[in-house]
């Protein structure tokens, strides 16, 4: 979730096809002069290099939309637990073409269907913009009558125009554009913890956060399978942050380049040999982020019931010698399943009581 109002999303990329129709005339005189014709338009040609764009681009994509799917119980239901990163938000995410560099930008256009126009990238499942109907695809006009930038960097101007409206108001007067037509949503504010959740363009098993941002490999991803699983390791991350251990750590300025770097289309992989610079996280440090976690899991409704086998078999799979891998960072694994199950007991007696899941 960008930090004012947006995040980020991608759609599934379109075989460009054009059809050329044929008529038969009336014979002409022998006489006559044959007519002259316009030349034939050629039909739009997808070089391989274009076609490789638009299928990495859907690809990341469809991975940040089920990322942001999972997250959003996370983030909305634990604004109570995020404490200092709690923030009201529009719950949306908005691009334009310009939101991507170099050969991207077509590739935006011709596969996701942008132009200069921000339009409606994903909309957080819950929140108040779910609720009120906005729609991915929505093209931004304007906030509370403030027309919205187009083109080059607005994603940035927009941010600056949104911030303002969402700290002071509850709700905002959106004007779209939707198949065609015009018209006004009333999109009340959503407070949730203020976590930028992307995804990493990277086949290594690994998480990252930097204080602001959680993002999760596309190894993770398909190395977690479920949903419940990619969970554990969001809100993992998300409560190193809420707990401020990336200050302690004084990793912040690493890990945040190599986010910086994984969240583009074609990131320099150079940058993850080894451990990449981070630091592993000392153990109690860790464990008490999984104490977090655990609480922020059950809030939002996942399953807790599974993390320690989870964590285990990351640990079995891909273990410390694995040096740009989740557990070569943290790599206190039998300390911090003893925490685990201490926690997930703690839980099932506060739900059997009734009581409130506060940590």
Known sequence: MARHATHLTIAAAALLL??????QSKPMPASAPEPVRPAAEEPPVITA???AAQGALSQMVALQDRLYRVAAPLLINNAELCRNQARNLLGFTAKNQFSYSGEFVEAAHDALGYGDRLQ???VLPGSGAARAGLRKGDGLIAAEGKNLPTGVNAETQAAAVFGPLVSSHQSLKLTVSRDGATQVINVPVTRACAFKVDIGNADNVNAYSDGS????TRGMVNFAGSDDAIAYVLAKDMAHNVLGHANVMRSAFTV?????????VRP???????TAGVRPVPQDLDAAADYLALYMLARAG??????HAFWQRLHTQYPPSVLNGYTAIHPSTTYRLTVIDKT???IKAKEAARKPLLP
């Not at 941002?213 to 999760?216: L, N, S, Y």
């Not at 320099?268 to 080894?274: A, K, Q, R, T, V």
């Open 256 to 264: 945040s380049s190599i986010i910086d770097n994984l969240v583009t």
């Open 213 to 216: 941002r959680v993002m999760i």
């Open 344 to 346: 997930v007991a703690e």
């Open 268 to 274: 320099d992989l150079s940058m993850l040999i080894g």
């Open 18 to 23: 054009s059809a050329c129709s044929t008529f």
């Open 302 to 307: 996942y399953d807790i019931n599974h993390v």
């Open 120 to 122: 409606v990238s994903g």
């Open 49 to 51: 290099k274009m076609a």
